[in-house]
C-alpha cells in the first residue's frame, strides 16, 4: 500500500477522532452545567423550607412569649389594657418584623440561587460550544492534511513525470 494513501486514511482517521471526542466533551460540558444547576435549584427548595421553618419557628416562640405575659399580666389582677396592652402589641409588631426579615432573606436566597443556576448553565454552553468548535476546528485541519499531502503527492508525480521526460530525450 502507498505510504501517502496510509497517511492521508491516518489523517483523515485523527480528524474524525478528534470531531467525535470534541463532541463528546460538548455534550459532557452541557450535562455537567445542567446537572450543577440543577443541584443549585434544590438547595434553592431546601433553603425555602428552612425559612418557612425559621419564621415558623419564630411565630410559635412569639406566641408562647405573649400567652405568657396575658397569663402573667392576668395572675397580678391587671387590666389588659394600657400598659400591658401595648407592651403586648410592641411584642406582636417585632415579631411581625423580624418574620418580614426572614421573607426577605428567603427572597434574596432564591434570587441568588436562580442566577447561579442561569450562570452555571450559561458557562456550560459557552463550555460546550467552545468544544462544537474545536471539534470542526478538527475536521478542517485534517482536510487541510489532506490536501497538502494530496498536493505532494501531485508535485511528487509531476517530478517523476519530469525526470521521465528529461530520461528520455
Known amino acids: 500500500m502507498d505510504p501517502m494513501t496510509i497517511a492521508a486514511g491516518a489523517s483523515a482517521a485523527s480528524a474524525f477522532l478528534g470531531f467525535k471526542g470534541n463532541q463528546a466533551s460538548a455534550r459532557a460540558a452541557q450535562q455537567t452545567a445542567e446537572y450543577n444547576a440543577k443541584v443549585k435549584e434544590n438547595e434553592l427548595v431546601l433553603l425555602q423550607r428552612a425559612r418557612v421553618e425559621q419564621e415558623s419557628n419564630l411565630r410559635r416562640s412569639n406566641d408562647r412569649l405573649t400567652a405568657q405575659q396575658t397569663v402573667a399580666t392576668a395572675k397580678s389582677g391587671i387590666e389588659m389594657s ?36 442561569a450562570m452555571l448553565r450559561a458557562s456550560g454552553n459557552a ?26 503527492q501531485d508535485f511528487f508525480a509531476l517530478q517523476d513525470q519530469y525526470r521521465q521526460k528529461t530520461l528520455t530525450s
Do not use: W
Not at 415579631?95 to 418580614?100: K, V
Not at 460550544?129 to 489532506?146: C, E, K, P
Open 82 to 117: 394600657g400598659s400591658p396592652y401595648l407592651a403586648l402589641a410592641d411584642s406582636y409588631f417585632a415579631m411581625e418584623r423580624d418574620a418580614l426579615k426572614i421573607q426577605y432573606a428567603g427572597d434574596i436566597d432564591q434570587a441568588n440561587a436562580m442566577a447561579t443556576a
Open 127 to 152: 463550555r460546550a460550544s467552545g468544544f462544537r468548535t474545536a471539534s470542526y476546528v478538527s475536521l478542517l485541519n485534517g482536510a487541510s492534511s489532506m490536501a497538502g499531502m494530496r498536493q505532494q
